[in-house]
């Protein structure tokens, strides 16, 4: 018998394989109002408490898998829990020639534990 969230393991496993939880199942959006609707409607793993939908990080135009992604941190209202949601607005952003201007930076596999961590190098990084 398997028990869910047994260890953190488990645990990171079981959220990274939920829609809008990670940049290889993110949650297909074509405006930023459906981005806070799903924020709104997810409770914190640990203690099922809301998320504060009040962004504490930001990510435009991430590209992964040539799809342009838009990633929001924020935190449990409780106990301060961070989440990071992930929304794909490739149906939106479908012109190929756009891409090349919209993209902040380009992740690749494998993906960061800590997806603004890297961004943070990469855009505050002394040598640009
Ligand atoms: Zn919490």
């Known amino acids: 018998m398997k028990i869910f969230g ?3 393991k488990n645990k990171k496993n079981y959220i990274h394989s939920r829609i809008g939880f990670s940049l290889k199942n993110p949650l297909v959006v074509t405006e930023i109002q459906q981005e ?3 924020i ?3 409770k914190c ?4 408490s809301d998320i504060d939908n009040k962004v504490t990080d930001h990510l435009s135009w991430v590209l992964y898998n040539n799809k342009v992604h838009d990633i ?3 935190r449990c209202k409780k ?4 989440y990071d949601f992930y929304f794909d607005y490739t149906p939106t952003v479908n012109n190929p020639a756009v891409i090349p201007f919209c993209v902040q930076m380009e992740i690749e596999d494998p993906l960061p534990d ?4 890297i961004a ?3 855009s505050f990084g002394k040598n640009g």
């Open 6 to 8: 047994r260890s953190n």
């Open 36 to 38: 806070y609707q799903f």
């Open 40 to 42: 709104n409607k997810q």
């Open 45 to 48: 793993f640990d203690c099922n």
């Open 72 to 74: 929001l941190r924020c």
């Open 79 to 82: 106990c301060g829990r961070t």
């Open 114 to 117: 800590d997806i603004f961590a």
């Open 120 to 122: 943070g190098t990469r």
